[in-house]
Antibody, heavy 118, light 110 residues
Framework: QLQLQESGPGLVKPSETLSLTCTVSGGSISSSSYYWGWIRQPPGKGLEWIGSIYYSGSTYYNPSLKSRVTISVDTSKNQFSLKLSSVTAADTAVYYC??????????WGQGTMVTVSS | QSALTQPASVSGSPGQSITISCTGTSSDVGSYNLVSWYQQHPGKAPKLMIYEGSKRPSGVSNRFSGSKSGNTASLTISGLQAEDEADYYCCSYAGSSFWVFGGGTKLTVL
């Protein structure tokens, strides 16, 4: 059974780069059966799609974040990662990684809270 | 891309049925049969309840059903139970491998 787990710093300073990793277990990150994504949720607010990466390595980003986002895959570690540069307080949120099987976000990690503050 | 429009809140009594709407545009909901619905309890990760507009993942109660008409998708929960009280989010494919979520609806079971 596919499981995902986010990891990374819970506190990031303004203007720095937020870096998170999602470890996949129960399946291969290289499988053509899945693709992977990041979604965030500011405190008390709704969900926002950040971007997705396919087994081919192709990436797609939310246009509102595109200039600051990079998603990549490390097949040797069965992980995929998120980097968000030049963060501000508006980037404070719970960040979720998710796996897509049925053209939906089928499997979710538990989420990790990231606070942007000096 | 603009967020899909959902009512901020809906409520119902145990045993009743409720419907949550999700309005998009001809560029997202209206163009693709790829609307999904998620249930989120406080402090928990979202859980997929409906995909491809009306399909239920294994393990999801058949009290949950989805439909679409034009640019509006809907989630119906029948036989409301106390455990259904949660936030619900819709999500639609918007072309070019982009996805857009709704603003979320808080369901209260009276």
């Amino acid at each position: 059974q596919l499981q995902l787990q986010e990891s990374g710093p819970g506190l990031v300073k303004p203007s720095e780069t937020l870096s998170l990793t999602c470890t996949v277990s129960g399946g291969s990150i290289s499988s053509s059966s899945y693709y992977w994504g990041w979604i965030r949720q500011p405190p008390g607010k709704g969900l926002e799609w950040i971007g997705s990466i396919y087994y081919s390595g192709s990436t797609y980003y939310n246009p509102s974040l595109k200039s600051r986002v990079t998603i990549s895959v490390d097949t040797s570690k069965n992980q995929f990662s998120l980097k968000l540069s030049s963060v501000t307080a508006a980037d404070t949120a719970v960040y979720y990684c998710a796996g897509t099987i049925n053209d939906a976000f089928d499997i979710w990690g538990q989420g990790t809270m990231v606070t942007v503050s000096s | 891309q603009s967020a899909l429009t959902q009512p901020a809140s809906v409520s119902g009594s145990p045993g009743q049925s409720i419907t949550i709407s999700c309005t998009g545009t001809s560029s997202d909901v209206g163009s693709y049969n790829l609307v999904s619905w998620y249930q989120q309890h406080p402090g928990k990760a979202p859980k997929l309840m409906i995909y491809e507009g009306s399909k239920r993942p294994s393990g999801v109660s058949n009290r949950f059903s989805g439909s679409k008409s034009g640019n509006t998708a809907s989630l119906t929960i029948s036989g409301l139970q106390a455990e259904d009280e949660a936030d619900y989010y819709c999500c639609s494919y918007a072309g070019s491998s982009f996805w857009v979520f709704g603003g979320g609806t808080k369901l209260t079971v009276l």
